[in-house]
């Protein structure tokens, strides 16, 4: 499932799962060197790397990857299917 801008997902953060949605494709990133290949992109497709902000609808304790890397791990799941993980890179009140 390709991830569009609005998309409606269920963000999961630890031991907790938000609705919430895709706010902002900020960029598509080449897989060896993390080096910037598309500046907003329509879309992410499968196997791809990309920057992206994400909107949840109740406030969620949060840390980025860097400083707690429990609580820096996220999934992002639609229809019962996982359609993306990653890491929080940046934290946004």
Do not use: P, W
């Given at each position: 499932i390709p991830l569009l801008l609005?998309?409606?997902v269920m963000?999961?953060?630890h031991s907790q799962a938000l609705p919430g949605r895709v706010?902002?494709?900020v960029a598509l990133l080449d897989p060896k060197t993390g080096a910037v290949n598309k500046k907003k992109p329509r879309c992410v497709c499968a196997r791809q790397?990309?920057?992206l902000?994400?909107?949840v609808e109740e406030p969620v304790c949060i840390e980025t990857?860097?400083?707690?890397r429990?609580?820096?791990?996220?999934t992002l799941r639609?229809?019962?299917?996982?359609?993306?993980?990653?890491?929080?890179?940046?934290?946004?009140?």
């Open positions: 609005g998309h409606q963000v999961h953060l706010a902002k494709m790397l990309s920057i902000h994400i909107e990857y860097q400083d707690f429990a609580l820096g791990r996220i639609a229809a019962r299917e996982t359609i993306a993980v990653g890491v929080v890179t940046n934290v946004d009140l």
